[in-house]
């Protein structure tokens, strides 16, 4: 029986983080060092798409039945995270290498992933850490920042600014998933599209957008400025 509810950076939290960092790392260096061709990459990358899609449909699907009552909807995400961790394995695993749906979903899946690791606001919502919802929700957000970071180290897509509408349109999607989710299916804040994300602040979407735009900008513009200083293709 738990009595004391799991607690940003308490001892299930730092294990967890000191685990993945080195999982993480291990995984990261020895794919560079060892997958020189693109078929084993393909392979690394598939495997782990194949792993980060069952992972974030195993989260949805404890949440159809985890408030007592079964909810189906509730296997549609509701959130930049849940969505981009769909869009990621679902677009390497049909994909091809550098598809259009990675240029708008590497951003969110890396960023995301890394904030809800080393900051998941839901962590004291079950009595467990491992808790299915809980455990599933930190571990499908670490996965996929891992994935991400892999798939620069394989220069598995080719990041430039002549891809920048395809940002534009995969945020796009997420402002109409959350209308859908709001209008049809009676959501209370999907893509946090009418309440901030954290109590107290104004990180809502119409907050965010304009500093997520900007900072994508921004790494566009350094991209490109390393990219023609270098002689080789970054």
Not at 16 to 27: A, K, M, S
Not at 123 to 148: C, E, Q, R, W
Request: with cysteine.
């Amino acid at each position: 029986m738990y009595t004391d509810y799991p607690t940003l950076y308490g001892k299930e939290h730092i294990c967890y983080l000191v685990i993945c960092l080195i999982t993480g790392l291990f995984v990261c260096i020895r794919s560079a060092r060892t997958a020189k061709t693109e078929a084993v990459q393909n392979r690394i990358i598939k495997c782990a798409a194949a792993l980060l899609f069952l992972t974030i449909f195993c989260n949805r699907l404890v949440l159809v039945f985890c408030e007592g009552t079964i909810n189906w909807l509730k296997l549609i995400p509701d959130s930049f995270c849940s969505a981009s961790s769909y869009i990621l394995s679902l677009s390497l695993l049909l994909g091809k290498r550098d598809n259009d749906v990675l240029h708008f979903v590497w951003l969110p899946s890396l960023a995301g992933g890394l904030i809800t690791t080393f900051y998941p606001d839901f962590i004291a919502d079950y009595p467990s850490f491992f808790h299915p919802s809980t455990f599933l929700g930190i571990l499908h957000h670490t996965m996929s920042s891992v994935i991400v970071i892999l798939l620069l180290i394989f220069r598995y897509m080719r990041i430039t600014y002549k891809k920048w509408y395809c940002m534009m349109i995969g945020f796009a999607f997420y402002l109409l998933l959350g209308a859908f989710l709001i209008f049809v299916c009676h959501y209370e804040n999907p893509f946090y599209m009418l309440a901030p994300a954290i109590p107290g602040t104004p990180l809502n979407v119409w907050f965010i957008a304009p500093i997520y735009l900007s900072v994508y900008a921004l790494i566009l513009c350094c991209i490109e400025r390393v990219r023609k200083h270098t002689p080789a293709p970054v």
